[in-house]
């Protein structure tokens, strides 16, 4: 069993930025590959970002590239999300998620979840 907690959100103007974590506790953070999901009202959960358990291998949606960046300290057991360049758009509450093997860009690929931090960019 893998504990996940999500901080680092809140209310940012177009363009500016935030840093997202993603705190792990339970079972060893090492061997998990991780990932972002983001969720706007009204919309299905989609996919931001994922890195794998080694953190060699990255991988993000298309609307962030560029601006979305995911990194992993596992002496900290954290998931970070730099998220630059922030949009209107980008607003929904964000999601870390954790699974055994290598990362995914399917929601149902993920077998722990966090409860989620809500980020709201103003235009």
């Known amino acids: 069993q893998v504990q996940l907690k999500e901080s680092g959100g809140g209310l940012v103007q177009d363009g500016g930025s935030l840093r997202l974590s993603c705190a792990a506790s339970?079972?060893?953070?090492?061997?998990?590959?991780m990932g972002w999901f983001r969720q706007a009202p009204g919309k299905e959960r989609e996919f931001v970002a994922s890195i794998s358990w080694s953190g060699a291998t990255t991988y993000y949606a298309d609307s962030v590239k560029g601006r979305f960046s995911i990194s992993r300290d596992d002496a900290k057991n954290t998931v970070y999300l730099q998220m630059n360049s922030l949009k209107p758009e980008d607003t929904a509450v964000y999601f870390c998620?954790?699974?055994?093997?290598?990362?995914?860009?399917?929601?149902?690929?993920?077998?722990?979840w966090g409860q989620g931090t809500q980020v709201t960019v103003s235009s």
């Open positions: 339970g079972r060893p953070f090492s061997s998990y590959a």
């Open positions: 998620a954790a699974r055994s093997g290598y990362g995914s860009q399917a929601v149902s690929a993920y077998d722990y």
